[in-house]
């Protein structure tokens, strides 16, 4: 079986976040299982392009209203990443170095949309199945069955897959030209709340959508984001699969950006080299339970409620707890986060504003706790790399952090939850983990009992295999 991912990032090529973590494990994992997995995204201007060597494997050129854009499709030449990537470049559209965020950014997805279509309807075979992620790539199920350029492709199957249902791509209907033609009574199947609404309409025209968590699916039907009656609608095309980690790239017995690797056998040491080194670069007291957050400061992951809880829960232990966060995203987030550092001082609390992919690997290792306070949460994968790093995970009972973390008071459990994104809960939360930091032979128990956990891409692989024989 032949599945192209097409999505707007994929790591290491392009990360923001967790959808290049998917995006780059996944058809790893499905190449292994036997079948053909290619993977489409733009071509952004990243260290990736310049560091690895690429071969041109079509130009093409694309209308987009009244605009006419030359495109290229190159592929990496060394199979890398155990898959083959394909990149499709835009000039003057796509070659930024920034993934998101560019005034232009529903004509950029657009442009990469119709541009992979325009290449893949070159192909002398037919793949057996369009794997859409999230909104970037969430109106080719309607072109490839509305606009009459694309009939070629029109009876292959499509999966779209919602990672995050709060960004949904909607621009205004003064730019439906910008589209290739379609016969304009089908002008509802991109409609959502009068724009055109990508998400939406890829929940109306692909044969199947998946959420990645089953939590997330069930939340989806009475929050999300306005598309709720929508979903209810579809629900029978709907299925909710828990994402997986790459067990390779996240591994502490050989993580290179680790101090120092460990495995269950020389796990107390391990834990405890890797807590002292990243304690010693950011001032923290190693003595101290170590809590940190990893992630975007958005209001969805709870980032603003973080001085509040830092600020409390530092009272409340009388400065027996240390914090350290790292992310990046909403500026005034950012600046609380670092004035904060005025009143909660080292060695109970450091922060690091930006994006920095070897020190989470450190502080994945390094921690003791790993907090996420979200208010939304479609599968979250910081908690299951916390998990394989021997961190317990301290979550909101969230979408996929209801389905991958039982609290350890419960049977068979390993992680702490609360009930509301608040700081009062979280602080409750943070009691609880001050005083397990305190059993310690109950910690490290339950430290070995999460590394041999298995939230590896095995199972769900197979579950998107099933889906996807389901469709022919
Ligand atoms: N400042 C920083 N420096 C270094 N690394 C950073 C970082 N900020 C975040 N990261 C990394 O980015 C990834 C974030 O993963 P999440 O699951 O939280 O994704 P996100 O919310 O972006 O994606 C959406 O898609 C994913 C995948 O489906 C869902 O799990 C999730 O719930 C949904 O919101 C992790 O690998 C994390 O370590």
Redesign the pocket.
Known sequence: MEIIHISAEC?PVA????????VGALPKYQQQNGDIAKVVIPCYKTRFLFENEFELVHQGGIWMGSQWRHFNVIKEKHNKLGFDLYLVDIPGLLDNEQVYGHHNDPERFLGFQIATLDWIRSWRHRPDVLHCHDHHAALIPFMITQCSSYARLEDIPTVL?I??AQYQGQFGWDRWQWLPAFDWWKSGLLDWDHAINPLASAIKCSWRVTT??PG?LDELMFSAAGLESLLQGEKQKCSGIL?GIDTEVWNPADDEQLPKNYTTRNLAGGKKANKEALCSRFGLNPDLPLVSF???LVG??GADLLPGIIGQADYETDHGISFLV???GDPYVAWQLEELKTYVRQPNYNV?I????A??HCI?AGSDFLLMP?R???????QL?ALRYGTVPVVRMA??LKDTVIDFGDEGGYGIRFMHPSVADACHALRRSVELFQQKSQLGELRRKMMKLDFSWKKSARQYADLYSSLK
């Open positions: 790591y990360k923001v976040g967790g959808l290049a973590d998917v897959t990672h995050n990645v968590s997330y994402n990893i992630g975007r969805e992951k790292l992310g990046s690091y930006g994006y920095d992919e020190l989470s994945y979200s939304v949460e479609p599968c979250g994968l910081n790399y979408g996929g």
